[in-house]
């Protein structure tokens, strides 16, 4: 079937805006995650879910980022009053199990400018 | 804490020169290793994977084996085509679920 989905691909938000993301996985994955990426960086971890569940979100950078995935599948991130130092790529990955050697399957990201 | 170093800088090599590109990890316990790829315009896809010390993971031409002494997991190909300029990302995970801890990755380029 598809891959996993994110939308929008391209965000402009004003400094002090709200965004809203959203990742669609593959059907049926457990899993999911979703992980910043700053410019000339690798993915940072910032939360994951196991169905419904957020099991983990020691890595969201304060507590203006929220992330939900209310019925097990669809999932989004928000984040309140938009800073500068959140412009970076989120991406959302999603997989079959949660075990520590399963492949996970990303999605081609939200790159969010914040001016 | 779990972590993972690559090379610094970007790699630009002719086609069918041989590529390694470096990659040393720190965890506790016992982390499964990883290379992601990230071609142009596309995400992030898994390209190889080792799950204990002496495994060597292989996909496309692609090798990197796991070696718990030197804590690194070094990705190896024999003769680099144009096709394989891409970023090329270390990975690890170590906390019981499928959770990533990556590198900065690195920026190949395969010149004709």
């Known amino acids: 079937g598809a891959g996993v989905s994110q939308s929008p691909r391209y965000k402009v938000a004003k400094r002090g805006q709200d965004v809203a993301l959203r990742c669609d996985p593959i059907s049926g994955h457990v899993s999911l995650f979703w992980y910043q990426q700053a410019l000339g960086q690798g993915p940072e971890f910032l939360t994951y879910?196991?169905?419904?569940?957020?099991?983990?979100k020691s890595g969201l950078p304060s507590d203006r980022f929220f992330a939900e995935r209310p019925e097990g599948s669809v999932s989004t991130l928000k984040i309140q009053r938009t800073q500068q130092e959140d412009s970076a790529v989120y991406l959302c990955a999603s997989s079959l199990w949660q075990g520590q050697n399963t492949e996970a399957f990303f999605g081609q990201g939200t790159r969010l400018t914040v001016v | 804490g779990n972590s993972v170093t690559q090379m610094e800088g970007p790699v630009t090599l002719s086609e069918e020169a041989f590529l390694t590109i470096n990659c040393t990890y720190t965890?506790?316990?016992?982390?499964?290793l990883f290379w992601y790829v990230q071609y142009p315009g596309e995400g992030l896809q898994l390209l190889l994977k080792a799950t204990k010390a002496d495994d060597k993971g292989s996909n496309k031409g692609f090798e990197a084996t796991y070696r718990k002494e030197t804590t690194s997991f070094h990705l190896e190909k024999g003769s680099v085509q144009v096709s394989d300029s891409a970023v090329y990302f270390c990975a690890l995970s170590a906390w019981g679920n499928n959770r990533l801890a990556f590198g900065k990755g690195n920026q190949v380029v395969v010149i004709p």
């Open positions: 965890a506790t316990g016992y982390p499964s």
């Open positions: 879910f196991q169905n419904e569940a957020q099991l983990d």
